[in-house]
């Protein structure tokens, strides 16, 4: 299993020269480090276990002005290697990693009393005691980084925690905190880092954040091997073709494409080494970035982190607060929240069931992607999730917002029907919204289709009012006869001529059903022996005016039955067969 380990400590209590006698390697590379005898920046060494494995080791500096550069390195880690100075014993930033340790979770791990070959077996004694205070439940180990006394009993140790450490996980997307940035003759830019999740393997498509350029991974290797593919936990170093070095620093995050929101945002549950007040301006340690932030309190214990610069998080990261020294922690508990403060979503979400968050996030309609995008849930969470609401078409939305639709409309439907029983239905474009979950959800709708008209299930049009109105009509149709007469009620017109009663000519005018048929008779027999027929021939035989003929043959024309030839009209072809038959 792939696993890292964080040195933590006091300044000059004796990590650099642990790591070395451990691993063999000087972390304490630059020139200043050298200079000074501190450690300034983070150094990497693989360090072999004795059932074999190989885990990585991380060295981070001591010194109170390298807090912030602790927490990068710590932020990766899966256990600790505290380091503490048997003459000194605990001092304040042995304090201070040991809190930053927990605030991030990293709760297993050994305490090596080092220097033991420079004090008295009494002095000795004293220390491992205050140690074993100090971290309870966890073994404290003397031992020496320079006679190499008791590194035995250290591997041993190290290699029963890794034992029980729990597995980080592979099947979430990818993500890497860059922790360096340089070039190598030959592959470029190459960024390392510790690999929180998922898999990088030589070809992968990656996204660069939080700038979201598009990176294609090439030369992956861990600790100076190269591998097909790099696993979570892992120490990755990753070669990146066609980026500059400046295009990269520490802090960015290298993540599987549209995994994860970019947020200016986090909502959290706070764990205060000190009261945070509403309003607070402090640092948000994430990854192996830092930034400025405010804290707004929601609720009990909960807040949005307001960050000056967007990070890539997921629910269950947790991150430092400091201002000059650490002040607190949180848990993210949703990586890009909503800007208001809602505390009865902020309770679901810190209710923490799949279910209850995929609740609180779900409503109107949202697809299952952009949920996975959210950085919430993971694969098999989502899944369990989902079962509290409905997906249709990769569309997730709540059951109660499938309800309110119904019930909108229905409503809209009805009052409809009411206000128009002619013509009971509404254009579909004019029910639901144009967009683009609407043929997911249509099928769901207590309506009917007919063409691009929703009805009520069974609905039919009634004249209801107008059914005097209708008779009047007819009843002047009738009296009418090939004369047509004006209607100024177009809908009545339109639903009597679906109806079969009237046929609606043009400019308002309709005439009966009959009547029309008899006009069309007129036009049949004069074209079956003449061949044509004008208007005015027309306008004789049926004995109208010029205005009705007109309409007549227009519509006659409309409907298929004759075809107009400047002032001529034929029979179209269609309608000689029938006239043959
Ligand atoms: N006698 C003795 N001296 C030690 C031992 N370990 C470290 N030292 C000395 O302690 C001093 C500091 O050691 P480092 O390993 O640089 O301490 P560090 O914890 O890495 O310091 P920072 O990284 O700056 O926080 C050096 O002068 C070491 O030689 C040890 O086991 N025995
Ligand atoms: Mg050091």
Known sequence: MALTVGTAGHVDHGKTTLVRALTGKDTDRLPEERARGISIDLGYAPLALPDGTTVSLVDVPGHERFVRTMVAGATGIDLFLLVVDAAEGARAQTHEHLAILRLLGVERGVVAVTKAD?????TLALALEEARELVPGVAVIPVSGVTGAGLDELRAELGAVAKVVDQRRADYPTRLFVDRVFTLRGIGTVVTGTLWSGSIGSGDRLQLEPSGREVRARSVQVHDVAVERAEAGQRVAVGLPGIEVAEVHRGDALVAADAFPRSYRLEVALDELEPLADGARLTVHHGTTRTAARVVRVGEGHAQLRLAVPVVAARGDRVVLRRETTVGGALVLDPAPPRGRDPERDRLLAHGDPRSIVLALVHAPVRVEELAARALLDGAE???????????????????????????VEERLRARAEASPLEPGLALAELLPAEPWAPAVLPLLPIERRGATAYLPGAAARLGTRAEAAEALERALVAGGLVATKSDDPELARFLEADGRLVRLGDGYVVSAGAYEVAQDVVRTECGSAGEITLARFRDLAGVGRRDAQLLLE???????????????VLRRSSRDAVRD
């Open 382 to 408: 989502l899944e369990e999730g989902l079962d509290a609401v409905r997906v249709v078409d990769d569309w997730a939305f709540a059951d109660a917002w499938l309800e309110e639709t119904a019930a909108h």
């Open 118 to 122: 420079a004090v008295d077996d009494e």
């Open 555 to 569: 519509r006659m024309d409309v409907d298929g039955l004759t075809r107009r030839l400047g002032d001529r009209r």
